[in-house]
């Protein structure tokens, strides 16, 4: 009998112990292991359900010095908390399995190299796009692979509040409170909203595809809190839609990470993403690209992907033998540059408001040409009103990061422009 400690019965939590108590017979039939939860620990476990002859606790750490546990299923969220009671589990010789993408995005790297030392199981699937097996792919199916790219739509939350702005015409607080209302977004989505959250995933692909440390601190990081209907509607007209995505990729000793928005043309695969679902493409030097697809947010999805854990620490128990555990050895062995953003190239679409004068366009584009960006696309569009600046909307041909910083600084210094210039990346095709 494998006895499982659990930590948070929150959303997740809840929907983990239902996903247990409705598919037991299935998962028991896989994997030929009794298995039940035997303590669940919870801030406020005195106000919530929970099943008669399970011990509970408010204190999380204190499942780490109960003996017969084999399993510690850890859905608080808290990264210091967290971080303690993995460690501290591991080094009790406890098997350990966490959704908290924060946490293995910050301290990743250390608590692959304890699991290791005390060779103990360390699962982390649901802390990357939900029910997608994104890391079961990269530590058992692509190990005859070499990697050369991972691109994706792997925040839930952002994705169905850019979907439902393009589909409904709403602005992004109005998409944002739908999202909380279905579940999809916290209370707090600031994580979501500013990029942080998708940073967590990309950060912690790159380390498992790459063998890096986990480049956090390193990942170039842009929300999507400045995106407006007015950006919704023009890059319509130009044959594109708004995504925010992340991608990592290696060139030569380099290896460069970024969350990001981006316009994707409506003949692009991720276009056809909509709502809560996430979308990943894995490109390798044989197997060209493979996407996979599924439901990126929500309770049910996330418990989902801890179930997958639960059954490979079952395995590992029994046979000793996981592609996690190969997998997680590697991390940090090798020690690539991180690129610097400044150094990337791209199409750009640059959203830029000024004065409706004479000559106003014919300055915008000599400052452009100065710089010899070529425009591949230039729209200009009513004002909203009488005393209203004009939009003018550029998309350039591919340009260095650095060098569209340049010249947006130009231009905003013009005299007749009235505002930021706003820009975002036009996705490669390829």
Same mark, same amino acid.
């Given at each position: 009998?494998?006895? =499982?400690?659990?930590?948070?019965?929150?959303?997740?939590? /809840?929907?983990?112990? !239902?996903?247990?108590?409705?598919?037991?017979?299935?998962?028991?039939?896989?994997?030929?292991?009794?298995?039940?939860?035997?303590?669940?620990?919870?801030?406020?476990?005195?106000?919530?359900?929970?099943? &008669?002859?399970?011990?509970?606790?408010?204190?999380?750490?204190?499942? %780490?010095?109960?003996?017969?546990?084999?399993?510690? $299923?850890?859905?608080?969220?808290?990264?210091?908390?967290?971080?303690? #009671?993995?460690?501290?589990?591991?080094?009790?010789?406890?098997?350990?399995?966490?959704?908290?993408?924060?946490?293995?995005?910050?301290?990743?790297?250390? #608590?692959?190299?304890?699991?290791?030392?005390?060779?103990?199981?360390?699962?982390?699937?649901?802390?990357?796009?939900?029910? @997608?097996?994104?890391?079961?792919?990269?530590?058992?199916?692509?190990?005859?692979?070499?990697?050369?790219?991972?691109?994706?739509?792997?925040?839930?939350?952002?994705?169905? =509040?850019?979907?439902?702005?393009?589909?409904?015409?709403?602005?992004?607080?109005?998409?944002?409170?739908?999202?909380?209302?279905?579940?999809?977004? !916290?209370?707090?989505?600031?994580?979501?909203?500013?990029?942080?959250?998708?940073?967590? /995933?990309?950060? *912690?692909?790159?380390?498992?595809?790459?063998?890096?440390?986990?480049?956090?601190?390193?990942?170039?990081?842009?929300?999507?809190?400045? *995106?407006?209907?007015?950006?919704?509607?023009?890059?319509?007209?130009?044959?594109?839609?708004?995504?925010?995505?992340?991608?990592?990729?290696?060139?030569?000793?380099?290896?460069?990470?970024? %969350?990001?928005?981006?316009?994707?043309?409506?003949?692009?695969?991720?276009?056809?993403?909509?709502?809560?679902?996430?979308?990943?493409? $894995? /490109?390798?030097?044989?197997?060209?690209?493979?996407?996979?697809?599924?439901?990126?947010?929500?309770?049910?999805?996330?418990?989902?992907?801890?179930?997958?854990?639960?059954?490979?620490?079952?395995?590992?128990?029994?046979?000793?033998?996981?592609?996690?555990?190969?997998?997680?050895?590697?991390?940090?062995?090798?020690?690539?540059?991180?690129?610097?953003?400044?150094?990337?190239?791209?199409?750009?679409?640059?959203?830029?408001?000024? &004065?409706?004068?004479?000559?106003?366009?014919?300055?915008?584009?000599?400052?452009?040409?100065? /710089?010899? @960006?070529?425009?591949?696309?230039?729209?200009?569009?009513?004002?909203?009103?009488?005393?209203?600046?004009?939009?003018?909307?550029?998309?350039?041909?591919?340009?260095?990061?650095?060098?569209?910083?340049? %010249?947006?600084?130009?231009?905003?210094?013009?005299?007749?422009?009235?505002?930021?210039?706003?820009?975002?990346?036009?996705?490669?095709?390829?």
């Amino acid at each position: 009998m494998i006895k =499982i400690g659990l930590c948070g019965l929150g959303t997740v939590g /809840k929907s983990f112990v !239902e996903h247990i108590d409705e598919s037991y017979n299935l998962i028991k039939n896989k994997i030929g292991t009794d298995f039940e939860i035997t303590a669940i620990a919870d801030r406020s476990i005195r106000k919530k359900k929970y099943k &008669d002859g399970i011990k509970i606790t408010e204190d999380a750490m204190s499942l %780490v010095n109960i003996k017969d546990i084999d399993v510690i $299923v850890e859905l608080i969220g808290n990264v210091d908390l967290s971080y303690e #009671l993995l460690k501290q589990s591991i080094k009790n010789q406890k098997h350990v399995i966490t959704a908290n993408k924060a946490l293995i995005a910050k301290h990743g790297g250390e #608590l692959f190299s304890l699991a290791s030392k005390h060779n103990t199981f360390i699962g982390f699937e649901a802390s990357v796009a939900g029910a @997608i097996p994104i890391i079961h792919a990269i530590s058992a199916n692509f190990t005859n692979e070499k990697i050369t790219s991972i691109a994706g739509i792997i925040n839930g939350t952002s994705n169905f =509040i850019l979907h439902k702005m393009s589909s409904s015409n709403c602005d992004l607080q109005f998409a944002l409170t739908e999202a909380q209302k279905l579940g999809y977004a !916290e209370a707090d989505p600031s994580f979501d909203i500013n990029g942080t959250d998708a940073a967590h /995933k990309i950060s *912690i692909l790159a380390a498992l595809a790459f063998g890096i440390k986990p480049p956090l601190e390193q990942t170039d990081i842009e929300g999507i809190e400045s *995106i407006t209907n007015m950006d919704i509607s023009y890059t319509k007209e130009l044959g594109y839609i708004i995504k925010h995505v992340g991608v990592t990729e290696i060139s030569g000793e380099v290896v460069n990470v970024s %969350v990001h928005p981006v316009l994707v043309a409506n003949n692009n695969i991720f276009s056809q993403v909509p709502n809560e679902m996430n979308a990943i493409v $894995v /490109k390798g030097d044989r197997f060209g690209q493979t996407m996979l697809y599924g439901h990126g947010a929500g309770g049910n999805a996330t418990a989902s992907a801890v179930i997958s854990d639960l059954v490979s620490a079952i395995n590992f128990i029994n046979y000793s033998k996981s592609s996690y555990t190969q997998m997680v050895e590697t991390v940090g062995k090798k020690s690539y540059d991180i690129g610097s953003i400044e150094n990337t190239e791209s199409q750009y679409y640059l959203r830029i408001s000024a &004065d409706d004068v004479p000559g106003v366009m014919a300055e915008i584009t000599n400052k452009l040409a100065e /710089k010899e @960006i070529s425009i591949e696309a230039v729209t200009q569009h009513e004002p909203t009103d009488a005393n209203s600046p004009i939009p003018i909307v550029i998309i350039t041909n591919n340009v260095r990061h650095m060098l569209i910083k340049k %010249v947006i600084k130009d231009i905003e210094q013009m005299e007749n422009i009235k505002d930021k210039v706003y820009s975002i990346r036009i996705l490669d095709n390829d």
